[in-house]
Protein backbone atom coordinates (compact mmCIF):
# COMPACT_ATOMS: atom_id res chain seq x y z
CA UNK A 1 0.00 0.00 0.00
CA UNK A 2 2.75 2.29 -0.70
CA UNK A 3 0.64 4.32 -2.86
CA UNK A 4 -1.02 6.46 -0.78
CA UNK A 5 -1.99 9.59 -2.86
CA UNK A 6 -3.65 11.89 -1.52
CA UNK A 7 -6.42 12.30 -3.90
CA UNK A 8 -10.11 14.07 -3.94
CA UNK A 9 -11.91 11.32 -2.36
CA UNK A 10 -9.52 11.18 0.52
CA UNK A 11 -9.68 15.09 0.83
CA UNK A 12 -13.79 14.41 0.98
CA UNK A 13 -13.56 11.98 3.69
CA UNK A 14 -10.96 14.33 5.89
CA UNK A 15 -14.05 16.51 5.91
CA UNK A 16 -16.18 14.34 6.31
CA UNK A 17 -14.85 13.23 9.66
CA UNK A 18 -13.49 16.39 10.54
CA UNK A 19 -17.13 17.23 10.45
CA UNK A 20 -17.89 14.06 12.58
CA UNK A 21 -15.53 15.13 14.92
CA UNK A 22 -16.77 18.75 15.62
CA UNK A 23 -20.57 17.12 15.95
CA UNK A 24 -18.55 14.50 18.92
CA UNK A 25 -17.06 18.05 20.52
CA UNK A 26 -20.57 19.60 21.28
CA UNK A 27 -20.67 18.40 24.46
CA UNK A 28 -17.21 20.22 25.17
CA UNK A 29 -19.01 23.10 23.69
CA UNK A 30 -21.69 23.71 25.83
CA UNK A 31 -19.92 22.25 28.74
CA UNK A 32 -17.29 25.36 28.45
CA UNK A 33 -19.70 28.52 27.36
CA UNK A 34 -22.59 27.64 29.86
CA UNK A 35 -19.53 27.01 32.72
CA UNK A 36 -19.11 30.91 32.02
CA UNK A 37 -22.16 32.45 32.02
CA UNK A 38 -24.07 34.97 34.11
CA UNK A 39 -26.95 33.52 36.16
CA UNK A 40 -30.25 35.04 34.50
CA UNK A 41 -29.42 34.12 30.53
CA UNK A 42 -28.49 29.98 31.63
CA UNK A 43 -32.98 30.77 31.81
CA UNK A 44 -33.05 33.23 28.70
CA UNK A 45 -30.93 32.30 26.13
CA UNK A 46 -29.34 28.82 26.83
CA UNK A 47 -27.74 27.92 23.83
CA UNK A 48 -26.47 31.56 23.09
CA UNK A 49 -22.67 32.63 23.38
CA UNK A 50 -22.62 34.32 27.29
CA UNK A 51 -22.92 37.92 26.48
CA UNK A 52 -20.15 38.58 29.13
CA UNK A 53 -17.71 35.89 30.16
CA UNK A 54 -18.34 35.55 34.03
CA UNK A 55 -15.24 33.87 35.96
CA UNK A 56 -16.28 34.35 39.05
CA UNK A 57 -18.34 31.58 38.25
CA UNK A 58 -15.87 29.17 39.39
CA UNK A 59 -14.76 30.80 42.24
CA UNK A 60 -18.29 30.48 43.34
CA UNK A 61 -18.36 26.64 42.73
CA UNK A 62 -15.17 26.07 44.25
CA UNK A 63 -16.57 27.29 47.34
CA UNK A 64 -19.13 24.53 46.91
CA UNK A 65 -22.07 23.72 49.28
CA UNK A 66 -23.19 22.34 52.78
CA UNK A 67 -19.89 23.51 53.79
CA UNK A 68 -18.32 21.05 51.39
CA UNK A 69 -16.00 23.36 48.87
CA UNK A 70 -14.54 21.84 45.44
CA UNK A 71 -11.40 22.11 46.72
CA UNK A 72 -11.84 19.33 49.75
CA UNK A 73 -12.64 17.05 47.15
CA UNK A 74 -9.78 17.75 44.72
CA UNK A 75 -8.14 17.02 47.39
CA UNK A 76 -9.69 14.08 48.27
CA UNK A 77 -9.61 12.36 45.12
CA UNK A 78 -6.25 13.23 44.56
CA UNK A 79 -4.68 11.33 47.99
CA UNK A 80 -7.67 8.09 46.95
CA UNK A 81 -5.85 7.74 43.53
CA UNK A 82 -1.87 8.55 45.01
CA UNK A 83 -2.55 6.32 47.76
CA UNK A 84 -4.55 3.62 45.84
CA UNK A 85 -2.04 3.96 42.70
CA UNK A 86 1.07 3.56 44.92
CA UNK A 87 0.11 0.26 46.65
CA UNK A 88 -0.84 -0.91 43.31
CA UNK A 89 2.21 -0.20 41.94
CA UNK A 90 4.89 -1.65 44.81
CA UNK A 91 2.49 -5.08 45.59
CA UNK A 92 1.49 -5.22 41.75
CA UNK A 93 5.54 -5.41 40.47
CA UNK A 94 6.36 -7.41 43.60
CA UNK A 95 3.85 -10.01 43.31
CA UNK A 96 4.20 -10.22 39.35
CA UNK A 97 7.54 -10.64 39.64
CA UNK A 98 7.90 -13.38 42.47
CA UNK A 99 5.08 -15.69 40.11
CA UNK A 100 6.98 -14.90 36.85
CA UNK A 101 10.39 -15.74 38.05
CA UNK A 102 9.33 -18.79 40.31
CA UNK A 103 9.10 -22.11 38.35
CA UNK A 104 7.11 -23.60 40.91
CA UNK A 105 3.99 -25.11 39.54
CA UNK A 106 2.44 -23.10 42.43
CA UNK A 107 3.85 -19.57 40.88
CA UNK A 108 1.50 -21.01 38.02
CA UNK A 109 -1.44 -21.49 39.73
CA UNK A 110 -1.42 -18.05 41.44
CA UNK A 111 -0.98 -16.32 38.02
CA UNK A 112 -4.27 -17.74 37.13
CA UNK A 113 -5.60 -17.30 40.55
CA UNK A 114 -5.45 -13.50 39.98
CA UNK A 115 -6.53 -13.56 36.83
CA UNK A 116 -9.70 -15.25 37.77
CA UNK A 117 -10.15 -12.49 40.30
CA UNK A 118 -10.11 -9.79 37.52
CA UNK A 119 -13.45 -11.56 36.36
CA UNK A 120 -15.00 -11.87 39.29
CA UNK A 121 -17.74 -8.85 38.83
CA UNK A 122 -16.99 -6.30 41.61
CA UNK A 123 -20.80 -5.89 42.30
CA UNK A 124 -21.59 -8.62 44.01
CA UNK A 125 -18.44 -8.69 46.67
CA UNK A 126 -19.62 -4.82 47.41
CA UNK A 127 -22.58 -5.81 49.99
CA UNK A 128 -20.09 -7.89 52.14
CA UNK A 129 -16.86 -5.59 51.69
CA UNK A 130 -19.31 -2.95 52.75
CA UNK A 131 -20.50 -4.32 55.64
CA UNK A 132 -17.07 -5.78 56.61
CA UNK A 133 -14.90 -2.64 56.00
CA UNK A 134 -18.03 -0.51 58.07
CA UNK A 135 -17.43 -2.76 61.07
CA UNK A 136 -13.67 -1.90 60.80
CA UNK A 137 -14.25 1.76 60.47
CA UNK A 138 -13.24 2.32 56.86
CA UNK A 139 -16.26 3.93 55.47
CA UNK A 140 -16.56 7.35 54.91
CA UNK A 141 -12.83 7.90 54.69
CA UNK A 142 -10.19 8.01 52.53
CA UNK A 143 -8.06 5.24 53.78
CA UNK A 144 -10.65 2.91 53.38
CA UNK A 145 -10.90 3.94 49.84
CA UNK A 146 -7.62 3.44 49.60
CA UNK A 147 -7.55 0.16 50.95
CA UNK A 148 -10.76 -0.83 48.45
CA UNK A 149 -9.14 -0.11 45.52
CA UNK A 150 -5.89 -1.32 46.15
CA UNK A 151 -7.62 -4.78 46.84
CA UNK A 152 -10.09 -4.13 44.04
CA UNK A 153 -7.50 -3.73 41.25
CA UNK A 154 -4.66 -5.70 42.56
CA UNK A 155 -5.57 -8.52 39.88
CA UNK A 156 -5.49 -6.13 37.18
CA UNK A 157 -1.96 -5.11 38.38
CA UNK A 158 -0.41 -7.85 38.78
CA UNK A 159 -1.34 -9.49 35.06
CA UNK A 160 -0.42 -6.12 33.54
CA UNK A 161 3.15 -6.41 35.38
CA UNK A 162 3.59 -10.39 34.90
CA UNK A 163 3.46 -10.13 30.76
CA UNK A 164 6.29 -7.15 31.26
CA UNK A 165 8.39 -9.20 33.62
CA UNK A 166 8.35 -12.53 31.23
CA UNK A 167 9.67 -10.59 28.26
CA UNK A 168 12.28 -9.19 30.71
CA UNK A 169 15.73 -10.90 30.25
CA UNK A 170 17.18 -12.15 33.11
CA UNK A 171 20.96 -11.34 32.75
CA UNK A 172 20.83 -8.09 34.70
CA UNK A 173 19.84 -9.88 37.68
CA UNK A 174 22.36 -12.66 36.99
CA UNK A 175 24.95 -10.82 37.13
CA UNK A 176 23.97 -8.41 40.31
CA UNK A 177 23.43 -11.86 41.90
CA UNK A 178 27.14 -13.07 40.75
CA UNK A 179 28.36 -9.77 42.47
CA UNK A 180 26.53 -10.82 45.68
CA UNK A 181 23.41 -8.36 45.95
CA UNK A 182 20.97 -9.60 48.35
CA UNK A 183 17.39 -10.92 47.09
CA UNK A 184 15.97 -7.07 47.91
CA UNK A 185 18.11 -5.14 46.51
CA UNK A 186 17.90 -6.99 43.43
CA UNK A 187 14.46 -6.68 43.21
CA UNK A 188 14.06 -2.65 44.08
CA UNK A 189 17.47 -1.70 42.56
CA UNK A 190 17.95 -3.25 39.37
CA UNK A 191 14.50 -5.06 38.43
CA UNK A 192 11.93 -2.82 39.84
CA UNK A 193 13.33 0.00 36.83
CA UNK A 194 13.38 -1.57 34.24
CA UNK A 195 9.81 -2.17 34.58
CA UNK A 196 9.30 1.48 34.22
CA UNK A 197 7.25 1.67 30.50
CA UNK A 198 4.95 -1.14 32.76
CA UNK A 199 4.58 0.81 35.84
CA UNK A 200 3.70 3.77 33.56
CA UNK A 201 1.12 1.83 32.07
CA UNK A 202 -1.02 0.52 35.22
CA UNK A 203 -0.27 3.67 36.92
CA UNK A 204 -1.88 5.79 34.40
CA UNK A 205 -4.49 2.88 33.90
CA UNK A 206 -5.54 2.73 37.35
CA UNK A 207 -5.08 6.12 38.41
CA UNK A 208 -7.93 6.52 35.54
CA UNK A 209 -10.55 4.39 36.60
CA UNK A 210 -10.15 5.27 40.27
CA UNK A 211 -10.08 8.58 39.57
CA UNK A 212 -13.21 8.71 37.67
CA UNK A 213 -15.13 5.94 39.51
CA UNK A 214 -18.26 7.10 41.17
CA UNK A 215 -20.25 3.44 41.79
CA UNK A 216 -18.03 2.76 44.78
CA UNK A 217 -17.26 6.18 46.04
CA UNK A 218 -21.24 6.97 46.20
CA UNK A 219 -21.56 3.71 48.34
CA UNK A 220 -18.60 4.43 50.72
CA UNK A 221 -18.27 8.08 50.99
CA UNK A 222 -22.32 8.97 50.82
CA UNK A 223 -23.40 11.57 53.42
CA UNK A 224 -19.53 11.82 54.54
CA UNK A 225 -17.85 15.10 54.93
CA UNK A 226 -14.94 14.78 52.85
CA UNK A 227 -16.15 13.19 49.84
CA UNK A 228 -14.17 12.79 46.48
CA UNK A 229 -15.00 14.44 43.75
CA UNK A 230 -17.27 12.44 42.26
CA UNK A 231 -19.17 12.19 44.98
CA UNK A 232 -19.01 16.04 45.46
CA UNK A 233 -20.84 16.89 41.64
CA UNK A 234 -23.57 14.45 42.34
CA UNK A 235 -24.19 16.50 45.44
CA UNK A 236 -23.82 20.01 43.80
CA UNK A 237 -26.41 18.76 41.21
CA UNK A 238 -28.89 18.35 43.64
CA UNK A 239 -28.18 21.29 45.33
CA UNK A 240 -28.11 23.61 41.88
CA UNK A 241 -30.82 22.26 40.17
CA UNK A 242 -31.29 23.45 36.76
CA UNK A 243 -28.65 26.21 37.68
CA UNK A 244 -25.96 24.75 34.77
CA UNK A 245 -23.58 27.06 35.08
CA UNK A 246 -22.51 26.25 38.33
CA UNK A 247 -22.85 22.89 37.50
CA UNK A 248 -20.75 23.43 34.53
CA UNK A 249 -18.34 26.02 36.40
CA UNK A 250 -17.78 22.28 39.01
CA UNK A 251 -17.67 19.53 35.99
CA UNK A 252 -15.09 21.98 34.05
CA UNK A 253 -13.18 22.22 37.24
CA UNK A 254 -13.00 18.69 37.82
CA UNK A 255 -12.44 17.62 33.96
CA UNK A 256 -9.63 20.16 33.84
CA UNK A 257 -6.89 17.95 35.61
CA UNK A 258 -7.95 14.74 33.63
CA UNK A 259 -7.70 16.44 30.17
CA UNK A 260 -4.42 17.87 31.17
CA UNK A 261 -3.12 14.31 32.32
CA UNK A 262 -4.59 13.23 28.93
CA UNK A 263 -2.95 15.05 26.55
CA UNK A 264 0.22 14.04 28.32
CA UNK A 265 -0.15 10.80 29.01
CA UNK A 266 -2.62 9.49 26.29
CA UNK A 267 -0.09 7.23 24.77
CA UNK A 268 0.16 5.06 27.80
CA UNK A 269 -3.69 4.89 28.30
CA UNK A 270 -4.32 3.60 24.64
CA UNK A 271 -1.51 1.06 25.61
CA UNK A 272 -2.96 0.13 28.91
CA UNK A 273 -6.46 -0.85 27.50
CA UNK A 274 -5.42 -2.31 24.04
CA UNK A 275 -2.43 -4.10 25.10
CA UNK A 276 -4.11 -7.15 24.97
CA UNK A 277 -5.20 -7.20 21.25
CA UNK A 278 -1.83 -7.96 20.00
CA UNK A 279 -0.91 -10.96 22.27
CA UNK B 1 19.47 -23.60 30.76
CA UNK B 2 21.56 -25.18 33.62
CA UNK B 3 19.93 -26.82 36.82
CA UNK B 4 22.14 -24.49 38.98
CA UNK B 5 21.31 -21.07 37.30
CA UNK B 6 17.30 -22.67 37.73
CA UNK B 7 17.56 -23.19 41.31
CA UNK B 8 19.11 -19.20 41.95
CA UNK B 9 15.89 -18.31 40.07
CA UNK B 10 13.69 -19.71 42.08
CA UNK B 11 15.70 -18.71 45.26
CA UNK B 12 15.54 -14.73 44.02
CA UNK B 13 11.81 -14.91 43.77
CA UNK B 14 10.90 -16.32 47.06
CA UNK B 15 7.11 -16.95 46.36
CA UNK B 16 6.06 -15.99 50.39
CA UNK B 17 6.70 -12.04 48.95
CA UNK B 18 3.30 -12.62 46.97
CA UNK B 19 1.79 -13.49 50.31
CA UNK B 20 0.33 -9.95 51.57
CA UNK B 21 -1.39 -9.85 47.72
CA UNK B 22 -2.57 -13.66 47.61
CA UNK B 23 -4.64 -12.70 50.81
CA UNK B 24 -6.15 -9.49 49.97
CA UNK B 25 -7.33 -11.08 46.47
CA UNK B 26 -8.27 -13.21 48.07
CA UNK B 27 -10.28 -11.36 50.51
CA UNK B 28 -11.61 -8.56 48.24
CA UNK B 29 -12.21 -11.17 45.18
CA UNK B 30 -13.07 -14.80 46.38
CA UNK B 31 -14.16 -14.23 49.66
CA UNK B 32 -16.24 -11.09 49.03
CA UNK B 33 -17.76 -12.76 46.20
CA UNK B 34 -18.63 -15.73 47.70
CA UNK B 35 -19.74 -14.17 50.87
CA UNK B 36 -21.96 -12.00 48.36
CA UNK B 37 -23.23 -15.03 46.56
CA UNK B 38 -24.15 -16.52 49.88
CA UNK B 39 -26.39 -12.96 51.37
CA UNK B 40 -28.17 -13.45 48.14
CA UNK B 41 -30.32 -16.18 49.68
CA UNK B 42 -31.05 -14.44 52.96
CA UNK B 43 -33.38 -11.60 53.98
CA UNK B 44 -30.31 -9.69 55.36
CA UNK B 45 -30.86 -5.83 56.08
CA UNK B 46 -27.42 -5.04 57.22
CA UNK B 47 -28.13 -4.43 60.70
CA UNK B 48 -29.36 -8.21 62.36
CA UNK B 49 -28.35 -11.59 61.76
CA UNK B 50 -29.47 -12.76 58.71
CA UNK B 51 -31.42 -16.02 57.62
CA UNK B 52 -31.83 -18.16 55.14
CA UNK B 53 -34.95 -17.73 52.78
CA UNK B 54 -33.81 -19.93 49.97
CA UNK B 55 -34.93 -18.90 46.14
CA UNK B 56 -36.79 -15.86 48.06
CA UNK B 57 -35.17 -13.19 46.48
CA UNK B 58 -35.45 -14.47 43.21
CA UNK B 59 -38.85 -15.19 43.06
CA UNK B 60 -39.36 -12.00 44.22
CA UNK B 61 -37.59 -10.32 41.16
CA UNK B 62 -38.81 -12.48 38.76
CA UNK B 63 -42.86 -11.66 39.84
CA UNK B 64 -41.93 -8.10 40.40
CA UNK B 65 -42.60 -6.03 36.37
CA UNK B 66 -40.54 -3.28 37.84
CA UNK B 67 -37.28 -5.65 38.39
CA UNK B 68 -37.48 -7.42 35.32
CA UNK B 69 -37.90 -4.68 33.58
CA UNK B 70 -34.37 -3.45 34.93
CA UNK B 71 -33.19 -6.68 33.87
CA UNK B 72 -35.04 -6.55 30.45
CA UNK B 73 -33.50 -2.74 30.43
CA UNK B 74 -29.92 -3.92 30.96
CA UNK B 75 -29.71 -6.26 28.41
CA UNK B 76 -31.39 -3.96 25.85
CA UNK B 77 -28.74 -1.30 26.31
CA UNK B 78 -25.93 -3.76 26.58
CA UNK B 79 -26.78 -5.17 23.19
CA UNK B 80 -27.31 -1.56 21.65
CA UNK B 81 -24.75 -0.39 23.35
CA UNK B 82 -22.48 -3.52 21.88
CA UNK B 83 -23.45 -3.35 18.51
CA UNK B 84 -23.57 0.57 17.76
CA UNK B 85 -20.21 1.40 19.75
CA UNK B 86 -18.07 -1.61 17.60
CA UNK B 87 -19.96 -0.34 14.36
CA UNK B 88 -18.87 2.91 15.08
CA UNK B 89 -15.09 1.79 16.23
CA UNK B 90 -14.49 -0.43 13.30
CA UNK B 91 -15.52 2.23 10.88
CA UNK B 92 -13.53 4.88 12.69
CA UNK B 93 -10.79 2.57 13.08
CA UNK B 94 -10.57 1.97 9.38
CA UNK B 95 -10.83 5.40 8.59
CA UNK B 96 -8.06 6.47 10.64
CA UNK B 97 -5.87 3.86 10.12
CA UNK B 98 -3.94 5.54 7.15
CA UNK B 99 -4.21 8.37 4.79
CA UNK B 100 -5.87 11.06 6.92
CA UNK B 101 -3.50 13.74 7.54
CA UNK B 102 -5.64 14.72 10.68
CA UNK B 103 -5.81 10.93 11.91
CA UNK B 104 -3.09 11.47 14.68
CA UNK B 105 -5.72 14.38 16.35
CA UNK B 106 -8.65 12.63 15.15
CA UNK B 107 -7.69 9.20 17.07
CA UNK B 108 -6.85 11.10 20.46
CA UNK B 109 -10.06 13.34 19.68
CA UNK B 110 -12.04 10.31 19.64
CA UNK B 111 -10.55 8.46 22.03
CA UNK B 112 -10.49 11.72 24.70
CA UNK B 113 -14.50 10.59 26.22
CA UNK B 114 -12.83 7.38 27.69
CA UNK B 115 -10.43 9.57 30.00
CA UNK B 116 -13.23 11.64 31.55
CA UNK B 117 -15.68 11.09 34.07
CA UNK B 118 -18.88 9.08 33.19
CA UNK B 119 -21.07 11.45 35.90
CA UNK B 120 -19.90 14.61 34.91
CA UNK B 121 -20.37 13.56 31.14
CA UNK B 122 -23.45 12.82 31.52
CA UNK B 123 -24.47 15.92 33.16
CA UNK B 124 -23.61 17.83 30.37
CA UNK B 125 -25.74 15.38 28.08
CA UNK B 126 -28.71 16.05 30.50
CA UNK B 127 -28.87 19.48 29.79
CA UNK B 128 -28.50 18.48 26.21
CA UNK B 129 -31.59 16.49 26.12
CA UNK B 130 -33.19 18.73 28.48
CA UNK B 131 -36.89 20.71 27.39
CA UNK B 132 -35.34 23.72 26.75
CA UNK B 133 -32.17 22.39 25.33
CA UNK B 134 -29.90 22.71 22.27
CA UNK B 135 -31.26 18.95 20.62
CA UNK B 136 -35.32 20.37 20.89
CA UNK B 137 -33.68 23.83 19.92
CA UNK B 138 -31.96 22.25 16.86
CA UNK B 139 -35.31 20.28 15.95
CA UNK B 140 -37.33 23.15 16.59
CA UNK B 141 -35.22 25.33 14.35
CA UNK B 142 -35.80 22.31 11.28
CA UNK B 143 -39.40 21.98 11.46
CA UNK B 144 -39.20 18.54 13.84
CA UNK B 145 -41.71 20.53 16.77
CA UNK B 146 -43.50 17.18 16.98
CA UNK B 147 -40.29 15.05 17.85
CA UNK B 148 -39.52 17.80 20.64
CA UNK B 149 -39.58 15.69 24.05
CA UNK B 150 -37.30 16.08 27.54
CA UNK B 151 -35.46 13.18 26.38
CA UNK B 152 -34.26 11.68 29.42
CA UNK B 153 -37.71 12.04 31.17
CA UNK B 154 -39.61 10.00 28.14
CA UNK B 155 -40.58 6.59 29.49
CA UNK B 156 -38.91 5.25 26.20
CA UNK B 157 -36.32 7.49 25.16
CA UNK B 158 -34.46 7.70 29.04
CA UNK B 159 -33.11 4.42 28.12
CA UNK B 160 -32.17 5.37 24.81
CA UNK B 161 -30.46 8.64 25.97
CA UNK B 162 -28.54 6.39 28.89
CA UNK B 163 -27.59 4.52 25.47
CA UNK B 164 -26.47 7.50 23.43
CA UNK B 165 -24.20 8.93 25.98
CA UNK B 166 -22.53 5.89 26.78
CA UNK B 167 -21.81 5.27 22.77
CA UNK B 168 -20.59 8.37 22.42
CA UNK B 169 -18.03 8.09 25.77
CA UNK B 170 -17.09 4.84 24.38
CA UNK B 171 -17.10 4.71 20.36
CA UNK B 172 -13.14 5.76 20.86
CA UNK B 173 -12.38 2.91 23.11
CA UNK B 174 -13.64 -0.06 20.49
CA UNK B 175 -11.90 2.42 17.33
CA UNK B 176 -8.19 2.04 20.00
CA UNK B 177 -8.84 -1.61 20.04
CA UNK B 178 -9.34 -1.98 16.11
CA UNK B 179 -6.51 0.33 15.32
CA UNK B 180 -4.47 -1.87 17.19
CA UNK B 181 -5.56 -4.78 15.79
CA UNK B 182 -5.08 -3.46 11.97
CA UNK B 183 -1.67 -2.18 12.56
CA UNK B 184 -0.75 -6.06 13.54
CA UNK B 185 -1.68 -7.30 10.33
CA UNK B 186 1.23 -7.32 7.89
CA UNK B 187 1.07 -4.74 5.11
CA UNK B 188 2.68 -7.42 2.48
CA UNK B 189 -0.60 -9.30 2.73
CA UNK B 190 -3.04 -6.43 0.92
CA UNK B 191 -0.03 -5.39 -1.12
CA UNK B 192 0.15 -8.85 -2.43
CA UNK B 193 -3.52 -9.20 -3.03
CA UNK B 194 -3.97 -5.52 -4.35
CA UNK B 195 -1.04 -7.29 -7.29
CA UNK B 196 -2.71 -10.04 -7.82
CA UNK B 197 -5.86 -7.74 -8.70
CA UNK B 198 -8.25 -7.95 -5.91
CA UNK B 199 -10.49 -5.10 -5.21
CA UNK B 200 -10.39 -3.01 -1.91
CA UNK B 201 -13.54 -4.65 -1.05
CA UNK B 202 -12.68 -7.52 -1.49
CA UNK B 203 -9.10 -7.30 0.41
CA UNK B 204 -10.87 -6.25 3.41
CA UNK B 205 -13.90 -8.87 3.52
CA UNK B 206 -11.19 -11.63 2.57
CA UNK B 207 -7.86 -9.94 4.76
CA UNK B 208 -7.92 -7.39 6.94
CA UNK B 209 -11.88 -8.19 8.58
CA UNK B 210 -10.74 -12.29 9.29
CA UNK B 211 -7.46 -10.72 10.66
CA UNK B 212 -9.21 -8.63 13.04
CA UNK B 213 -11.02 -11.15 15.32
CA UNK B 214 -8.71 -10.63 17.85
CA UNK B 215 -9.21 -7.63 18.11
CA UNK B 216 -13.08 -8.13 17.73
CA UNK B 217 -12.89 -10.17 20.68
CA UNK B 218 -11.64 -7.84 23.05
CA UNK B 219 -13.45 -5.28 21.89
CA UNK B 220 -16.88 -6.44 21.88
CA UNK B 221 -16.27 -8.52 25.32
CA UNK B 222 -14.87 -5.61 26.91
CA UNK B 223 -18.14 -3.15 25.72
CA UNK B 224 -20.90 -6.35 26.91
CA UNK B 225 -19.03 -5.89 30.40
CA UNK B 226 -19.37 -1.96 30.14
CA UNK B 227 -22.93 -2.13 28.89
CA UNK B 228 -24.11 -4.82 31.74
CA UNK B 229 -22.75 -3.05 34.46
CA UNK B 230 -24.13 0.91 33.58
CA UNK B 231 -23.98 2.73 36.30
CA UNK B 232 -22.98 6.18 36.53
CA UNK B 233 -24.46 7.41 32.94
CA UNK B 234 -28.08 6.52 34.21
CA UNK B 235 -27.36 8.08 37.54
CA UNK B 236 -26.35 11.75 36.04
CA UNK B 237 -29.05 11.67 33.13
CA UNK B 238 -32.24 9.37 34.80
CA UNK B 239 -31.49 7.84 38.15
CA UNK B 240 -33.29 5.25 36.71
CA UNK B 241 -36.81 7.49 35.14
CA UNK B 242 -39.46 8.10 35.24
CA UNK B 243 -40.72 5.47 37.60
CA UNK B 244 -38.53 2.33 36.71
CA UNK B 245 -38.32 3.36 32.52
CA UNK B 246 -34.79 3.14 33.15
CA UNK B 247 -33.20 1.28 35.70
CA UNK B 248 -30.52 -1.16 35.48
CA UNK B 249 -29.13 -4.47 37.53
CA UNK B 250 -26.35 -2.02 38.91
CA UNK B 251 -28.51 0.66 39.81
CA UNK B 252 -31.23 -1.46 41.40
CA UNK B 253 -28.47 -3.35 43.27
CA UNK B 254 -27.41 0.36 44.60
CA UNK B 255 -30.56 1.18 45.57
CA UNK B 256 -32.16 -1.48 46.79
CA UNK B 257 -29.10 -2.70 49.57
CA UNK B 258 -27.73 1.16 50.00
CA UNK B 259 -30.68 3.29 49.72
CA UNK B 260 -33.42 1.03 50.69
CA UNK B 261 -31.49 -1.31 53.14
CA UNK B 262 -32.62 -4.43 51.44
CA UNK B 263 -29.19 -6.49 51.67
CA UNK B 264 -30.12 -9.65 50.58
CA UNK B 265 -32.52 -8.61 48.04
CA UNK B 266 -30.04 -6.03 46.13
CA UNK B 267 -27.37 -9.26 46.40
CA UNK B 268 -29.88 -10.95 44.62
CA UNK B 269 -29.54 -8.40 42.09
CA UNK B 270 -26.04 -8.87 41.78
CA UNK B 271 -25.89 -12.24 41.69
CA UNK B 272 -28.21 -12.02 38.81
CA UNK B 273 -25.94 -9.64 37.14
CA UNK B 274 -22.94 -11.44 37.99
CA UNK B 275 -24.65 -14.93 36.16
CA UNK B 276 -24.87 -12.65 33.48
CA UNK B 277 -21.72 -11.27 32.71
CA UNK B 278 -20.34 -14.89 33.22
CA UNK B 279 -22.42 -16.44 30.72
CA UNK B 280 -22.32 -13.70 27.71
CA UNK B 281 -18.76 -13.26 28.37
CA UNK B 282 -17.98 -17.23 28.21
CA UNK B 283 -19.77 -17.88 25.16
CA UNK B 284 -18.73 -15.19 23.68
CA UNK B 285 -15.26 -16.14 24.34
CA UNK B 286 -15.69 -19.11 23.26
CA UNK B 287 -17.94 -18.23 20.18
CA UNK B 288 -15.00 -15.71 19.13
CA UNK B 289 -12.31 -17.84 19.76
CA UNK B 290 -13.38 -20.66 17.59
CA UNK B 291 -13.53 -17.93 14.98
CA UNK B 292 -10.33 -17.13 15.51
CA UNK B 293 -8.78 -20.36 15.32
CA UNK B 294 -10.88 -21.64 11.87
CA UNK B 295 -8.68 -19.12 10.51
Known sequence: MGQHRYTLKTYGLELLLLGLAALWCVPFYYLSIVAVKPDMEVFTAPMSFPSEVRWDNFSRAWEGTAGVSLGTALANSIIVTVGSVALLIFFGSLTAYVISRNRQRLAGWLYTFFVVGIILPYQLAVVPLFSSMRSLGLVGNQIGLIVLYTGLFLPMAVFLYSGFVRALPVDYEEAAEVDGATRSRIFFRIVFPLLRPITATVAVMTGLLIWNDFFMQLIFLSGSQSPTLPVAIYGFVGEFTARWNMVFAAVLVSLVPILGFYLVAQRQLIQGFTGGVKS | ?295
Not at chain 2, 45 to 52: D, F, S
Not at chain 2, 92 to 108: E, H, K, P, T, Y
Not at chain 2, 236 to 260: C, D, H, M, N, W
Request: with cysteine; glycine share 8%; proline share 4%.
Open chain 2, 1 to 295: MSSSSRRARRQRAPLVWALPAVVVAFLFHYAAVAAGGWYAFTDWNGLTAPNYVGLANFRAILTNPDAVGALVNTLSLAIGFVIATNVIGLVLALVLNARLRSRFFLRSLFFAPVAISSLAIGYVWQFILEAQGPLNTLLGFVGLQSFQRVWTADPFFSLWSVWLVMVWQFAGLCMAFYLAGLQSIPVELNEAAAVDGASSWRRFRRITFPLLAPAATISISVTTILGLRAFDQVMSLTRGGPGYASETLTTQIYKQTFVFGNFGYGAAFALVLTFLVLAVSGAQILVLRARENRL
